[in-house]
């Protein structure tokens, strides 16, 4: 298990270094987040007081209405910062989608439910440093009024409009940024336009060696434009190296290694991705592939149990009807592979 090891290794630095235990805490903590270890950082952050520090690692953690109110209060000291603009906006947008899709969910049919699904402008317009501030005093009561319609239909177009502020300040006032050239970066690769994409990708890791997620994406350029498994690999070690804790990094790895035929050491990678994010579905296909490929029935079986303990009815869950009735037909558990392969048809002709 690399994860404690990761953890006692920064404990030591952080502790080898500051004079008093405010300094430690800020060190450890900021160490633990930048290896991707976010949720362990956050009482260490709390405890030195760095807000913006916390601020990432709740965006990190998907507590988005925890963690955009503390980066507005840091956006107000330093509203130019390129990072901070990133942040700012990368985690509007993942609020937008966020409190869209949960008003589609509820109130499908609603007059506001019906306005977003039938968009197709965006509707959001340019966004201004007014809008910040409205998303903050809207965030205030959102836990509390999560299944309002009106209130989510606010959360979602203020955080739009965010969106559109925060990238457009970075683009604009800090063109040849890391954070700008990675913005410009994503926006090719959403477009599957790897080719144009990689080499902002290359020239924003030159300026920041350690930007989380550009090696992952330079990985999955490599292996789905190229097909270029070991490329591939090499990007994914480098990502998993420099963010232990990240578990979509040591699952994309696990996986890279296994299409290589390299069963064992992928087994480890994909043990530690389940480790670090318990119940990905993606990371628990590939273990029950890998641990087939070492004739580890047992375990193979557990893993795809887990899939349809999650989720029963997407493509996910149809391979795991489909790997199990593989398996108890090799055992002559003839009537429960009847039923995973029934299942496994039902679930295919419903795509």
């Not at 990675?182 to 290359?202: D, T």
């Not at 690999?233 to 290694?257: C, H, I, K, N, T």
């Not at 480790?275 to 590939?286: G, S």
């Not at 557990?302 to 349809?308: D, E, F, P």
Request: hydrophobic share 40%.
């Amino acid at each position: 298990m690399r994860i404690l090891p990761c953890i006692l290794v920064a404990l030591a630095e952080a502790w080898a270094q500051p004079t008093n235990p405010s300094d430690a805490d800020r060190s450890l903590g900021e160490k633990l987040l930048a290896q991707g270890f976010a949720e362990q950082s956050l009482p260490h952050l709390e405890r030195a007081g760095t807000v913006y520090s916390q601020a990432v690692a709740l965006i990190e953690l998907n507590r988005l209405p925890e963690g955009l109110p503390k980066l507005v209060s840091v956006y107000r000291q330093r509203p130019n910062d390129p990072d901070l603009l990133f942040h700012l906006g990368e985690a509007a947008g993942r609020l937008m989608q966020q409190a869209f899709d949960r008003l589609i969910r509820l109130y499908p049919d609603s007059l506001r439910g019906r306005e977003i699904q039938n968009r197709k402008d965006g509707g959001r317009g340019q966004g201004a440093p007014a809008d910040v501030e409205a998303l903050d005093r809207l965030l205030a009561g959102y836990l509390e009024h999560r299944d309002d319609q009106e209130t989510l239909f606010q959360i979602g177009e203020r955080s739009g409009r965010v969106v559109q502020y925060a990238f457009g300040a970075l683009v604009r006032l800090h063109p040849n940024s890391a954070r700008a050239l990675e913005l410009q970066a994503r926006g090719y690769l959403g477009q599957g336009r790897g080719e144009l994409a990689e080499p902002l990708f290359r020239k924003a890791l030159q300026l920041n060696p350690g930007l989380a997620g550009a090696h992952m994406a330079l990985g999955r350029i490599r292996l789905e434009t190229r097909g270029d498994l070991e490329g591939a690999e090499q990007e994914f070690r480098a990502e998993a190296r420099m963010r232990p804790g990240d578990a979509e990094a040591a699952w994309r790895l696990g996986s890279v290694l296994l299409k290589k035929g390299q069963a064992k050491e992928a087994v480890g990678e994909l043990e530690q991705s389940d480790r670090l994010k318990p119940h990905m579905l993606e990371t628990l296909l590939e273990l029950g592939k890998a641990y087939g490929m070492e004739n580890r029935s047992a375990d193979a079986e557990n893993a795809y149990r887990k899939i349809l303990e999650i989720e029963d009815r997407d493509e996910v869950a149809a391979t795991a009807h489909l790997q199990l009735s593989h398996i108890y037909r090799k055992e002559g558990r003839v009537s429960e592979s009847n039923e995973h392969l029934k299942r496994y048809r039902e679930l295919s002709a419903a795509k």
